[in-house]
C-alpha cells in the first residue's frame, strides 16, 4: 500500500472560518510534509514532521497550524485565511532522511477562500 | 538555498516521438532525486527516484539519469503517447528537505 489518503477533496471556507486538513498514512514512514502549490506553479515547501516533531517551518503564516498527532496523521489547521491563500494543498510522506527513500504524495485538497 | 530549473518549460510533441526533460540544480550534496507526473488538478505520482550513488534508473519506457557533480537529471520518454500528457516535475531531496522544479508541460498529439 503506497497510498496517502487526504481529505477533504474540495473545500470552500469563508475568512473567518475554522477548517482543518486532514492526511493519513500507513506505510511506517515518519516523514511527513506538506506542500502549497498555485496553480501552473511547483509545489512549494510549508512544513515537515520528523518524527512527530516539526522539523521545518518555511515561514509559513500562523494562520496555518500544523499538527502530527501520530505517526500516521498529519493534520493542517486553517484560520482567519486570506482569498490568496486559495490553491491545492498537498500532504506527502517517506521515510526518513534516506536515499532509497521515496516521497508518496495525496491527490491533494482544492481550497478556496471566499 | 536549493535552486531547481526544468527545461523545457513546455512542450509538444506528435506521437511516437522519443523525448528528453531537463532538470538542474545548484547543491550537489542530495539524497536523491525523484520525477512526478501530475494530471490537471490532480496530486503527484511518483516515476522514478534515482539515489545520489546510482547514474540511472529505468522503468518502462522511462529512464532518468543523474550526473550529480554537474547538478544535472534527464528523464527520457520513449515512443510518447497521447497518455503521456502531463507536467513532469523533478524534486531533489537532502535530508528531508525536497524541493521542486517548475515542471515541463507535455503533450503529445495523436
Known amino acids: 500500500d503506497t497510498e496517502v489518503t487526504q481529505t477533504p477533496k474540495h473545500l470552500v471556507m469563508g475568512m473567518t472560518n475554522k477548517k482543518s486538513l486532514k492526511c493519513e498514512q500507513h506505510?511506517?514512514?515518519?516523514?511527513m510534509y506538506w506542500y502549497k502549490q498555485k496553480a501552473k506553479k511547483p509545489p512549494e515547501l510549508m512544513f515537515v514532521y520528523s518524527y512527530e516533531k516539526l522539523s521545518i517551518n518555511e515561514s509559513v503564516p500562523s494562520r496555518f497550524s500544523p499538527e502530527c498527532p501520530n505517526s500516521s496523521l498529519l493534520n493542517l489547521h486553517l484560520h482567519a485565511l486570506q482569498p490568496e491563500d486559495s490553491a491545492l494543498y498537498l500532504c506527502?510522506?517517506?521515510?526518513?532522511?534516506?536515499?532509497?527513500?521515496?516521497?508518496?504524495f495525496g491527490q491533494g485538497t482544492r481550497l478556496t477562500v471566499v | 538555498k536549493q535552486e531547481v530549473t526544468q527545461i523545457p518549460a513546455a512542450l509538444s510533441v506528435p506521437e511516437g516521438e522519443n523525448l528528453v526533460l531537463n532538470c538542474s540544480f545548484t547543491d550537489s550534496a542530495i539524497y536523491n532525486l525523484q520525477w512526478f507526473r501530475q494530471d490537471p488538478g490532480k496530486g503527484l505520482t511518483s516515476l522514478l527516484l534515482?539515489?545520489?550513488?546510482?547514474r540511472e534508473q529505468t522503468s518502462g519506457r522511462l529512464n532518468a539519469s543523474l550526473d550529480k557533480s554537474s547538478g544535472r537529471s534527464t528523464l527520457y520518454i520513449a515512443a510518447s503517447q497521447p497518455g503521456d500528457s502531463a507536467t513532469y516535475l523533478c524534486?531533489?531531496?537532502?535530508?528531508?528537505?525536497?524541493?521542486f522544479g517548475a515542471g515541463t508541460r507535455l503533450t503529445v498529439k495523436p
Open positions: 524534486a531533489v531531496r537532502k535530508i528531508n528537505d525536497m524541493r
Open positions: 506505510m511506517g514512514h515518519r516523514a
Open positions: 534515482i539515489q545520489s550513488s546510482q
Open positions: 506527502a510522506s517517506s521515510h526518513l532522511g534516506q536515499g532509497v527513500a521515496e516521497a508518496f
